[in-house]
């Protein structure tokens, strides 16, 4: 089924509690007031609801070092998961725009929760490989951690040696929302525009043999030619595809910086049209995100309008 054909609901989730960088809550209404400006009335029609964000806990020190609002999350996650599972059980299409990506989590959980038996299938496009614990990550901020989460990966062969029993109780009530831990595998876990890793994630990329397409051979190949090998050899035994789209995987010298981690040598805005008509294509997925649009790090707001360029192809608004 063309996703042109599916019935939406969108999600504005504004929570920004798990990045490092203030700004990213404000990329929702941005993509808003770009609808506006170009007299797109798609996000009228479309039906829509928001998560609680909790970004009123931003104005209070984290009680953890090293998983920064961990208590907030997990009630951002819930929501987030209750909501997924809702429109998905009213055979609808959510497509999501968050602040941070640790948001992804949430939808990952909403989609193991209505699909608890079948095999999810994860396509990141970003940056970064989001694979960091409590235990190893530099900064504690939760957004370099969602897919951690979800793969109940603690790394422990890294560990630091200073997280305390209360961070490890929130972490194991963080991977554990819903009752279901691991909500997915590591081989069903595809990177596209990967480039911006460090050691630890590296080892378990490694390690479990996680797929791994980065700009170069993007631009070598094709998003087609990319797209079938996904569909037909790595995810192929997967039931259902969630796509996580973070800003971060474009160029931030050819195409914008404004994202809470700006890296260069990424993909470019056709590539990502591509990319993500050929996967929206794809009757397997069943929910995009689109997530670390910050307009406080940008000139003219050129991710912005970069992003609503991207949507309006694929989704033919």
Same mark, same amino acid.
């Given at each position: %089924? #063309?996703?042109?054909?599916?019935? =939406? ?14 700004? @990213? ?10 609808? @506006?400006?170009? %007299? ?7 039906? /829509? ?10 104005? $209070? ?6 998983? $920064? =609002?961990?208590? *907030?999350?997990?009630?951002? =996650?819930?929501?987030? @998961? ?7 059980? #009213? #055979?609808?299409? *959510? ?29 990141? +496009?970003?940056? &970064? ?8 990550? *530099?900064?504690?901020?939760? &957004?370099? %951690? ?18 305390? !029993? !209360?961070?490890?109780t929130v972490w194991n009530?963080?991977?554990? +929302?819903?009752?279901?831990?691991? !909500?997915?595998? &590591? /081989? ?17 990329i490694k390690k479990h ?5 980065? @700009? ?9 030619? +990319? +797209? #079938? ?24 010298? !050819?195409v914008s910086s404004g ?35 910050? *307009? ?6 050129? %991710? ?14």
């Open positions: %089924m #063309n996703l042109i054909n599916k019935n =939406y609901t969108l999600v504005f989730n504004k929570s920004e509690l798990g990045a490092g960088t203030r700004g @990213s809550s404000l990329g929702v209404d941005s993509i808003l007031i770009e609808a @506006s400006k170009r %007299m797109k009335t798609f996000f009228l029609k479309t039906p /829509s609801i928001k998560i609680d964000t909790k970004n009123e806990f931003l104005f $209070k020190k984290s009680k953890f070092k090293w998983a $920064k =609002y961990a208590t *907030p999350l997990i009630s951002v =996650y819930s929501d987030i @998961s209750k909501k997924v599972y809702s429109i998905l059980n #009213n #055979n609808r299409f *959510p497509i999501i725009f968050s602040g941070d990506h640790s948001n992804a989590y949430g939808s990952i959980c909403g989609l193991k929760k209505f699909f608890v038996k079948e095999e999810i299938g994860v396509i990141w +496009i970003d940056a &970064h490989a989001d694979l960091h614990s409590p235990y190893t990550t *530099p900064s504690g901020n939760i &957004h370099g %951690m969602p897919l951690a989460m979800a793969l109940n990966e603690d790394n422990l062969k890294f560990e630091i040696g200073d997280v305390d !029993k !209360k961070t490890v009530k963080l991977k554990n +929302i819903d009752n279901i831990s691991p !909500k997915i595998k &590591h /081989s069903n876990i595809v990177y596209i525009g990967l480039r911006d890793t460090e050691k630890e994630e590296d080892y378990l043999k996680i797929k791994v397409f980065k @700009s170069s051979k993007v631009r070598r190949d094709g998003a087609k030619k +990319i +797209i #079938n090998e996904i569909k037909n050899k790595v995810l192929n035994n997967c039931n259902h595809i969630y796509i996580s789209f973070d800003v971060d995987s474009l160029d931030s010298e !050819k994202t809470g981690t700006p890296i260069k040598n990424g993909l470019l805005i056709d590539e990502c049209k591509n990319i993500l008509k050929e996967l929206l294509d794809w009757n397997k997925t069943k929910c995009l995100e689109i997530t670390e649009i910050n *307009p406080l790090l940008d000139k003219k707001n050129k %991710m912005t309008k970069s992003v609503f360029d991207i949507l309006e192809y694929i989704l033919n608004i």
